[in-house]
């Protein structure tokens, strides 16, 4: 059982040096298929360097990164799940809500989840069935009752015909709970929950390198994760997540 986790935590340390040094304004800026979906030159040296070292620790292992070929999700029994920049658009404008997020799946269960923020450096991790951390330390998620709480949500903004639907429900949400938050990082919104932060996140679609690390840290500090409809995901694909703490019973959006 791989168990060089403190390996992988300083790889994603290194890697947040890259990003927080990046000439980001000046920065070669590529669109990819769809609205608003960019990719820089830093996602790209990020995921290699991420690669490159993960492999170096685990040669096994598949690799499952945004950047670059990911059509087929690899079937060997360790995979590497990689997001070298969650929120590039937010690391393109200087709104520092941006992070590394790596996940190490055994048999397709989630072994190990790191979400990295190098900006504020912190770094929330977990390992299955022993808690969750932010910076070493043990973090649980809220126990409040939605009408105490802070919602978190995603747009979907690379999927126009979901958009609507994510703002009718942030919207449903305004006399239900203190207020609600549009951050622009899938991994750090399911992190935030994780911490109790926030009370409950979600989002119409996001792909398995938005929310493999997250979460696991959410589950692992008490929370639970699933499909709009309650349903379980599969975490070889993308679908609509749902995450909250504790005080929120079973929720279900539909």
């Not at 990003?19 to 608003?36: F, L, P, S, V």
């Not at 990295?116 to 912190?122: A, G, R, T």
């Amino acid at each position: 059982m791989f168990k060089d986790f403190d390996k992988i935590e300083l790889l994603a340390r290194e890697c947040g040096e890259i990003i927080k040094n990046a000439d980001r304004y000046n920065a070669d800026t590529m669109q990819k298929e769809g609205h608003a979906n960019f990719v820089t030159e830093y996602d790209i040296k990020v995921q290699a360097k991420l690669k490159k070292g993960l492999l170096e620790l685990l040669p096994c292992a598949g690799f499952f990164g945004e950047e670059g070929e990911n059509d087929r999700f690899p079937d060997d029994e360790y995979v590497f799940v990689v997001d070298p920049i969650d929120g590039t658009t937010n690391f393109m404008k200087g709104f520092n809500m941006s992070a590394i997020a790596i996940s190490l799946l055994k048999d397709m269960d989630r072994l190990f989840g790191l979400v990295y923020n190098p900006f504020s450096d912190e770094m929330f991790t977990a390992v299955k069935g022993e808690g969750a951390n932010l910076n070493g330390k043990k973090i649980r998620v809220s126990n409040e009752p939605l009408e105490r709480g802070v919602v978190l949500f995603g747009t979907s903004p690379y999927y126009p015909d979901l958009i609507k639907s994510a703002f009718d429900k942030a919207y449903s949400f305004m006399d239900k709970c203190i207020d609600v938050r549009r951050m622009g990082s899938a991994e750090l919104d399911l992190c935030y929950v994780a911490c109790g932060r926030a009370e409950l996140y979600f989002e119409p679609f996001i792909q398995p390198w938005d929310y493999a690390a997250g979460s696991l840290i959410v589950e692992e500090a008490g929370g639970r994760v699933s499909k709009w409809d309650g349903s379980e995901f599969d975490i070889t694909k993308g679908c609509s997540c749902l995450a909250y703490g504790s005080g929120l019973g079973r929720m279900i959006l539909v």
